[in-house]
């Protein structure tokens, strides 16, 4: 350490504790920060992607401030059109709309409103829950840290000072 203090070094049971609750923060600001996106009437079409594997599926829950006419196009890796599909929302109201991938693969999705403004929210579900491993990851690297921090405390040498009450000798 600069200016010739000194720090301890971090015991190896530390590093795994912080490694998990890392990982188990991470994971819930992953799945927890998600946000609809605003589309008005003029803006170019909203275009985004997800790779999603067999029986995978996005649903779009379309949500409008005036009538408006929503246009949803879904393209495979081949930039072939896979789902389209045109709703009409009442002003006001809701829509959802669902594609489930008869396939793997990364799908571009794009998202117009022909006519109004709206919010767009796009959730992908996962079948297999691929990701949600990172929970069982992170708590395993906490649980060992916390295993590795009770094997060193049982390993430390006790310091102590063992006297003995003083004798009394007759003679």
Known sequence: MGGAGAAPPMKMSDIFILIGVSILVGGLF??????S??????????????????????EFSIETSND???????????????????????????????FTASEGGFFTYSIEFVEGSGDVYVDVDRN??????IYPIGALFL??????????QQGEALDAV?????KLVIE
């Open 30 to 35: 992953i799945h927890g920060l998600s946000s």
């Open 37 to 58: 996106k605003p589309v008005p009437d003029d803006a170019e079409p909203f275009a985004n992607g997800a790779s999603l594997l067999k029986q995978d599926s996005i």
């Open 68 to 98: 408006s006419v929503v246009s949803i196009e879904i393209q495979n890796e081949d930039q072939e059109s896979v789902f389209t599909d045109t709703k009409t929302v009442a002003g006001g109201g809701s829509e959802t709309v669902k």
């Open 128 to 133: 297999l829950f691929i990701d949600f491993i």
């Open 143 to 152: 649980l060992f840290g916390f295993y590795k921090r009770k094997d060193e």
């Open 162 to 166: 063992l006297e003995s009450p003083p």
